[in-house]
């Protein structure tokens, strides 16, 4: 048995894991390099092994750095099985729509500056129809806790992460001639005390753990801080008469803001009437998605749900799908609360809101989310005076905030719960961290006696 790591290894995004197990060939995640691992990793049209070789995909979840590179893996001759939970499934359309439609818009920035120079066209790196392509290729379907036999000899078993909504741990159980091996996949884990989430289910008894590491040196500020946080920065910034613009996914952590909002609203901690714009069709088409998968929802949204509350929407909330709509908003000059993606500022409809207010000292920008290295978020988050958007230089003068607390991924302690019910595992992979990260955690897991590697892009393990 082989385990190569072809992506989030040294970074943390890029996801793509295959095994070769009695000459089957099943890839755990296909994920898209965002940030500076894209120019670590070159080029995202660069596998590491040929595409028509795969026979299964093992699908963790529906974050585009987990699954952003499936389409480029059919065009380029995969013919095989993608498998997933259906709230994976279901989002996975939209991200891959949504991620498509992003790279026709840049391919067309792109050739309009190129045709200035006389240069040849570029072309967007896949399109929607490769993306359909792909959603053929869903072909079963994985329900959390319900083992399903693959192949001849391998055993699969998808168990809930708590990270996003469908999102998973995956474990494979695996019988080579008289040798059995037990691996799981963590995925990214979520943490404790998510509202709109379940806690992660622990991790099966394993031989091999190859697990995420996004934040395995920090502890996560509790929740409650976290939202009093929010409370106030929204509450500062409505006081001096700016926006407040807070960069999003559209998945989870949108709906997750929007119910602190509520909860606040609902409160008098802010005002009734707050405008509050989810920017983003992804976002509002995801919210949609929510409800019809009330199973991979907390108790206390199952129960608002139950009884006809929706639990993310609050008096003053807009949805603005029509790109008018949007631009409409960069007429407001204050009292508006604006979400829209994407959450590291990468592309989207966030870098316009960004570049109508960034430069103005009443307005506010509120991270809540992970900002990978080489992204804007980052370069705003580590205190660049000017940043550029769209080719033109952007002061930045708006006031900052940086919320850690709304974490969709475990911190230290969390990944050592998680950990901890593996039982004692032979060989433990550290991945989807940065370094500086995983080598922390590394140590504490090596103190505790287990052998723990750190994989390089692109290199290779025998099992
Ligand atoms: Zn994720």
């Known amino acids: 048995m082989e385990i190569a790591f072809h992506g989030a290894a040294g970074g943390v995004t890029g996801s793509c894991h295959p095994l070769t197990i009695g ?26 092994f040929d595409p028509k070789t795969v026979d299964y995909v093992l ?4 974050h585009l750095d987990h699954c952003g590179r499936l389409p480029l893996l ?18 996975v359309r939209l991200v891959l729509l949504d991620a498509a439609g992003l790279q026709a818009e840049e391919a067309k920035r792109e050739s309009r500056r190129k045709a200035r120079h006389g240069e040849e066209e570029s072309a967007p790196a896949y399109t929607e129809l490769d993306v359909f392509d792909t959603m053929d290729r869903f072909t079963r379907i994985a329900a959390y806790g319900k083992p399903f036999t693959l192949c001849d000899g391998v055993r699969v078993t998808f168990g809930d992460a708590g990270h996003i909504l469908g999102s998973a741990w995956v474990l494979i159980e695996a019988q080579e001639q008289a040798k059995r091996t037990r691996l799981v996949f963590s995925g990214d884990l979520g943490g404790r005390d998510h509202p709109v989430l379940n806690m992660p289910s622990p991790a099966p008894v394993a031989d091999v753990v190859i697990m995420e590491s996004t934040y395995a040196n920090r502890l996560h500020k509790p929740l409650d801080s976290s939202i009093a946080e929010l409370r106030d920065a929204i509450g500062d910034t409505l006081q001096r008469g700016g926006n407040v613009v807070i960069p999003t996914f559209a998945l989870e952590r949108s709906q997750e803001i929007l119910y602190y909002l509520r909860d606040l609203v609902e409160r008098g901690e802010l005002p009734h009437h707050l405008t509050v714009f989810l920017d983003s069709p992804m976002a509002i088409s995801a919210t949609r998605i929510f409800e019809r998968h009330p199973q991979s929802l907390s108790p206390l949204m199952r129960d608002l749900f139950a009884r006809g509350v929706d639990p993310f929407h609050l008096p003053g909330l807009h949805f603005t799908r ?17 979400l829209a993606g994407s959450g590291m500022a990468t592309g989207g409809r966030i870098l316009h809101h960004l570049r109508h207010n960034l430069w ?19 370069a705003i988050i580590d205190g660049a005076r000017q940043v550029r958007i769209f080719g033109e230089e952007v002061r930045v003068a708006a006031h900052i905030y940086t919320i850690g607390g709304f974490s969709a991924h475990a911190d230290r302690d969390d990944l050592l719960a998680w950990l901890a019910s593996a039982g004692t595992p032979r060989h433990t992979f550290l991945v989807h961290g940065e370094d500086a990260q995983r080598e922390v955690l590394a140590a504490t897991l090596r103190e505790r006696g287990l052998r723990v590697d750190l994989p390089a892009l692109h290199s290779h393990y025998t099992l």
Do not use: P, W
């Not at 699908?59 to 529906?62: R, S, V």
């Not at 029509?322 to 604006?338: H, K, L, P, R």
């Open 322 to 338: 029509e790109t008018s709509d949007s631009m409409a908003i960069n007429q407001i000059t204050g009292g508006a609360v604006i």
């Open 74 to 91: 059919v065009k380029e001759g995969f013919r095989g099985e993608i498998i997933s939970t259906s709230a994976t499934r279901d989002l």
């Open 360 to 378: 103005r000292r009443d307005s506010s920008v509120v991270f809540v989310g992970y900002a990978a290295a080489g992204t804007l978020a980052r």
């Open 59 to 62: 699908l963790t979840h529906a």
């Open 23 to 48: 000459g089957k060939s099943i890839l755990v995640d296909c994920g898209l390099f965002q940030g500076e691992d894209e120019e670590r990793a070159a080029r995202n049209g660069t596998f590491g």
